[in-house]
């Protein structure tokens, strides 16, 4: 029999939900060095004879023992690298860590068993103190490639095919923060990453679906995005990409955070007027027309074309620093009168335009007085200096059944026009 097999008989029937005499006792009976160590700490509670014998040590000297000192650092940063590896009472798969024992490098066959003893999780870890043949080279490969994990700029991790955490890499537990003690199975990860049940179940939905079209044509998952919440509070980015390699999920965590907050910046920058906020004048004819052409039949809309009055006289008058705060402050106002799913924009100057997404007869004519109201009752207080200012609006009630937007927001030019010429600081309503 292999020294793996025998390790998992000497280990298959682990006490567990008893009381702490009972587990000494049995470690007692065991011959393999044990040592039962603390959830949360890896520290060391307790350890049997053998491995007094293994280590060099009084049984004494194992109580609150930090792991780090009985195996190396090293070896200690790996053992806290392995996650929920079997349920609990179950030896975990068998792996090499390369441990200084007494002074020397050893190569050590460890299992770790998730115990709850007295109502306590704790992890018992089982060493085999003479590896098997050809187990020294295949550590040097395992310690390998771990490093190799940790180094990776994003997190990887393994889990079985019921996606419990087998191992995860240095990167993605300092990416989410989260320990292997938070995260004992996959749905403390939906809990924690996940707070907001109505956003947890999209992802949930998302993932699996993603992962059930990707396993039907044994191809990688398509790499979607997905809002985390990381262990600190703050909300990260992540692009996951998941493939199933034999009985194993392969999952990397990308953080792409600033990318994607670079990429709306960039966005709305092309979309939106830098001075006021607003739209600018590409994307509000592209949004305009593609909600015209969306429009099913007897839907009315309303399109307003604004000119702030006389607006050159301001920036003649109190400079060009004014003009600006006047054009913010002119919005703001237009703002608290239209609606929430009305397009505003900024065609260039002091010339604005106001799609009404739904009307009546009387709407776009109604909501012309009322912003023209709203810009002429009071001044505009800008930095202490009280300025009077009016707008001319031209306005149209348009049906996208039977016109292109283009032909609306040309009459509603037209009505614009003739309330300038009729003299300015009022609505004229121009209709098909």
């Not at 092309?270 to 429009?295: H, K, M, Q, V, W």
């Not at 709407?363 to 109201?373: K, M, Y």
């Amino acid at each position: 029999m292999s020294s793996t097999a025998s390790q998992r008989t000497k280990t298959n029937n682990v006490p567990h939900g008893r009381s702490r005499e009972e587990v000494d006792f049995w470690m007692g009976c065991v011959g393999a060095p044990m040592v039962l160590v603390e959830k949360g700490t890896l520290h060391v509670r307790r350890a049997n004879a053998n491995a007094a014998v293994l280590f060099g040590l009084g049984l004494d000297a194992f109580e609150d023992l930090p792991m780090e000192d009985l195996v190396g650092r090293e070896a200690s940063i790996l053992l806290s690298q392995i996650w929920s590896v079997a349920p609990i009472g179950v030896p975990g798969e068998p792996f090499l860590i390369r441990a200084m024992v007494q002074g020397q490098e050893r190569v050590l066959m460890v299992q770790v068993t998730k115990l709850a003893i007295e109502g306590e999780l704790v992890r018992l870890f089982t060493f085999t103190d003479a590896p098997p043949q050809g187990s020294v080279s295949l550590a040097g490969w395992q310690e390998n490639v771990v490093s190799l994990l940790d180094w990776l700029p994003f997190g990887f991790e393994i889990a079985s095919t019921d996606d419990q955490i087998q191992f995860a890499n240095a990167t993605f537990k300092a990416l989410f923060g989260y320990t292997q003690d938070e995260i004992e199975s996959i749905e403390d990860w939906w809990r924690l990453a996940y707070p907001d049940p109505q956003y947890r179940e999209f992802a949930r939905s998302h993932w699996h679906s993603s992962i059930e079209a990707a396993r039907r044509e044994n191809r990688e998952m398509t790499p979607f995005d997905l809002n985390v919440m990381t262990a600190s509070g703050t909300e990260r980015r992540i692009q996951f990409r998941h493939r199933t390699i034999g009985n194993f999920n392969v999952n990397l965590y990308i953080d792409v955070t600033k990318e994607r907050a670079y990429a709306e910046q960039l966005k709305a920058l092309a979309d939106t007027d830098p001075l006021t906020g607003i739209l600018n004048r590409r994307r509000f004819f592209e949004e305009a027309e593609e909600i015209f052409s969306r429009a099913g039949s007897g839907r009315s809309m309303g399109v307003l074309m604004l000119d702030i009055d006389h607006f050159k006289s301001i920036n003649d008058t109190h400079g060009h620093r004014a003009g600006d705060l006047v054009l913010m402050e002119f919005v703001r106002r237009c703002q608290e009168v239209a609606r929430p799913d009305d397009r505003f924009a900024r065609l260039g100057g002091e010339e604005f335009a106001l799609l009404l997404t739904a009307g009546e007869p009387a709407a776009a004519g109604t909501l012309a007085e009322r912003i023209r109201t709203a810009i002429h009752a009071s001044p505009f207080d800008i930095e202490g200096t009280a300025i009077p200012l009016s707008v001319s609006i031209g306005a149209t009630l348009a049906d996208p059944s039977k016109e292109p937007f283009g032909s609306a927001i040309l009459r509603a030019d037209n009505a614009l026009y003739e309330a300038k010429r009729t003299g300015r600081n009022r609505v004229v309503t121009i209709n098909a």
